[in-house]
């Protein structure tokens, strides 16, 4: 299987925790995006990255959220302190730069924070 | 900047029936528009997209769209719906790296 890969899928833990989230993009793509999805909502951006430089940051993104993509390829979301109000589904999409932005999305993380 | 309307947050249809799942979208420029299909607990899964040429575009599952740029519209349609058809649909719209979504139609087909 070729395609956008996420891990894991599911996390339950505890408010004031740290979590970590990992996505795989599919290897040729040179662009990878999170997303954040509640509940009735279509995905809202997070941040992208075009091969290790992260490019733009959604003003959702808080203190508390960083991501990184070290080498280009794989990619971390890392949620500080987690609060009730970050329970969500955390999408990952990777894409060509250069082209139509048609984007190929991972099976995403289900965060739920108690 | 762009943004996405989905004029439906909820149709509901019998299974056969026809369906029509609405999309408007605005932006100053030219885009991409794309509809996606989201199945409980997963990510999402690409229908269909108009990049340009022809306006009405074929996708997978027997579903196609219209693009009408005087109306800025870009709506869903299946011509018999199936069971397996259950599922939250997203209109999106693309200018550049940024790529909108709508907040979602769900599609209840019952038998």
Known sequence: DTGVSQNPRHKITKRGQNVTFRCDPISEHNRLYWYRQTLGQGPEFLTYFQNEAQLEKSRLLSDRFSAERPKGSFSTLEIQRTEQGDSAMYLCASTTSGGYNEQFFGPGTRLTVL | ?111
């Open chain 2, 1 to 111: 900047a762009q943004s996405v309307t989905q004029l439906d947050s909820q149709v509901p249809v019998f299974e056969e029936a026809p369906v029509e799942l609405r999309c408007n979208y605005s932006s100053s420029v030219s885009v991409y528009l794309f509809w996606y299909v989201q199945y409980p607990n997963q990510g999402l899964q690409l229908l269909l997209k108009y990049l340009s040429g022809s306006t009405l575009v074929k996708g997978i599952n027997g579903f196609e769209a219209e693009f009408n740029k005087s109306q800025t519209s870009f709506h869903l349609r299946k011509p018999s719906v199936h069971i397996s058809d259950t599922a939250e649909y997203f209109c999106a719209v693309s200018e550049g790296y940024d790529m909108r979504f709508g907040a979602g139609t769900r599609l209840t087909v019952k038998p």
